[in-house]
């Protein structure tokens, strides 16, 4: 099973600054199927980018996803009050079973 | 626009079993592949499931091998997940999602279904 290690556990950050979310796997994705879901208290998960750096639609231009093999980033440009939330990784191609990470709670500062 | 809706959860005792529903509309079902995705109180996303567009080919978890089936009606729309022999550690949220149709990622989620296992 590919475990998927994300960090930081926690971010804080003020509206306006810049977000650096990382995600780690156990062995290299052979090829890029990596996704970045976000998900606020009571609601379900929204697919934010999938192929490691493909927005899903309606997705905002501030979301960014880069990387390759086992690291991998997730990096909102600006943040906006909208974007505290929980963010989870996710890879889904390499083997099964289709893993997520932990998650990283993006906090108000 | 794309809508799942589940239904089906509850109270259960410990040992029973449990059938969820996933009602789809706003997109074609039948050409699309789907997925049970479960999350414990206070705890991240689990998947559990997926399911070929055409039910052809189902694929599991290993630890919900044999207690957990997947299965779907494209006829009516809906996707399933049958659970035998519920545990406490089975209480969850559990979310039927679709799959992307370029990717294999889940580009929509249900509200979500609450199952608590409890005597």
């Known amino acids: 099973e590919i475990v998927l290690t994300q960090s930081p556990g926690t971010l804080s950050l003020s509206p306006g600054e810049r977000g650096t979310l990382s995600c780690r796997a156990s062995q290299s994705l052979s090829s890029t199927f990596l996704a970045w879901y976000q998900q606020k208290p009571g609601q379900a998960p929204r697919l934010l980018i999938y192929?490691?750096?493909r927005r899903a639609t309606g997705i905002p231009d501030r979301f960014s996803g880069s990387g390759s093999g086992t690291d991998f980033t997730l990096t909102i440009s600006r943040v906006e009050p909208e974007d505290f939330a929980v963010y989870y990784c996710q890879q889904y191609g390499s083997s099964l079973p289709i893993t997520f990470g932990q998650g990283t709670r993006l906090e108000i500062k | 626009q794309v809508q799942l809706v589940e239904s089906g959860g509850g109270v259960v005792q410990p040992g029973r079993s449990l059938r969820l529903s996933c009602a789809a509309s706003g997109f074609n079902f039948t050409i699309y592949g789907m997925y049970w995705v479960r999350q414990a109180p206070g705890k991240g996303l689990e998947w559990l499931a997926g399911?070929?567009?055409?039910?052809?080919?189902?694929y599991y978890r290993d630890s919900m091998k044999g207690r957990f089936t997947i299965s779907r009606d494209n006829s009516k729309n809906t996707l399933y997940l049958q659970i035998n022999s519920l545990g406490v550690e089975d209480t969850a949220v559990y979310y039927c999602a679709k799959r992307l149709d370029s990717d294999y990622a889940m580009d929509a989620w249900g509200q979500g279904t609450t199952v608590t296992v409890s005597s």
């Open positions: 192929a490691a750096s």
């Open positions: 399911i070929l567009f055409d039910g052809t080919y189902k």
